[in-house]
């Protein structure tokens, strides 16, 4: 694809992950996968296949058995855990199906949370831009409330705020819709769609929702650990009008 010369937000170099020692679990058999930036990728496949693997590899939330992840230019390999948590903090936001808000804590609070754990703290600016996207996916009256206090697609759309919080160049989002009825899970996309196109943040996506995926711009299947088909919806939509 061309991007300018823009180099991937991430790269995996055949990417293998085992659980477990000796045969034990190969749950990626060498991944050969890149995000360019900006790109909205919608990863789908059967349950156990490897998509969350895939996603915490690609995360750096975890090390691979073999092969290497490249994100943002860095190799991961050479870096220690210190090194990799500052490399995700600065450059990846997560969302996972279940939101993991703390019901200590407002609204707010809790979207400001990775950038509060941080050493120094926030700035003033980064208060304002959290406040901007709260308002943004329609919890502005919703700041000082807590968690439990919001409907689930509302404590979802804070767990995505949070995501963003450090202006993140990559989303990765695990079956963020899988715990939203099928309303509730089509706002929530189309607001992380949004987010996409307005500040050119790269998504990954999984979801088991076939409609959802088909709204992305590119479309990922794992199967047994491989990347079994990786194609682009936009061109394949075209020569599907074209026939
Ligand atoms: N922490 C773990 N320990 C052992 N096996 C695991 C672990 N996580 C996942 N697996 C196994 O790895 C394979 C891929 O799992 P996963 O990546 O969770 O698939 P998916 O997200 O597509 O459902 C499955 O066989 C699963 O049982
Ligand atoms: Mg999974």
């Known amino acids: 694809m061309d991007n300018n010369g823009a180099i991937p937000?991430?790269?995996?170099v055949n990417l293998a992950k085992r659980y477990g020692e000796g045969v034990g679990t190969w749950a990626l058999r060498g991944v050969n996968f890149s995000v360019e930036p900006g790109e909205f990728t919608a990863v789908v496949g059967a349950s156990g296949s490897g998509k969350s693997t895939m996603l915490n590899m690609i995360g750096a939330l975890d090390r691979p058995t073999s092969g290497d992840v490249i994100i943002n230019g860095k190799h991961t390999s050479t870096l220690n855990d210190e090194g990799l948590a500052a490399l995700r903090g600065d450059t990846i936001g997560f969302i996972f199906q279940f939101h993991y808000l703390l019901n200590e804590f407002s609204?707010?609070?809790?979207?400001?949370m990775p950038l509060s754990i941080r050493k120094g703290g926030a700035s003033r600016d980064e208060l304002e831009w959290v406040k901007h996207l709260l308002a943004k996916v329609g919890?502005?009256?919703k700041m000082k409330a807590r968690p439990t206090q919001l409907s689930g697609g509302?404590?979802?759309r804070a767990a995505i705020v949070r995501a963003l919080a450090?202006?993140?160049k990559l989303i990765l989002a695990d079956e963020p819709t899988g715990n939203l009825d099928s309303q509730n899970g089509a706002l929530v996309f189309d607001m992380l769609r949004e987010l996409n196109s307005q500040f050119g943040i790269a998504f990954v996506l999984v979801t088991h929702d076939d409609r959802l995926a088909q709204e992305a711009e590119r479309i990922?299947?794992?199967?047994?650990g491989h990347i079994v088909a990786d194609y682009d919806v936009?061109?394949?939509e075209e020569e599907f009008?074209?026939?």
């Not at 609204?107 to 400001?112: D, G, I, P, Q």
């Not at 990922?220 to 047994?224: K, T």
């Open 107 to 112: 609204v707010l609070e809790n979207a400001m």
């Open 9 to 12: 937000v991430v790269q995996t």
């Open 166 to 168: 450090n202006q993140p």
């Open 241 to 243: 009008k074209s026939v």
């Open 139 to 141: 919890l502005a009256d």
């Open 154 to 156: 509302q404590q979802q």
């Open 234 to 236: 936009v061109k394949v």
């Open 220 to 224: 990922v299947m794992v199967e047994d």
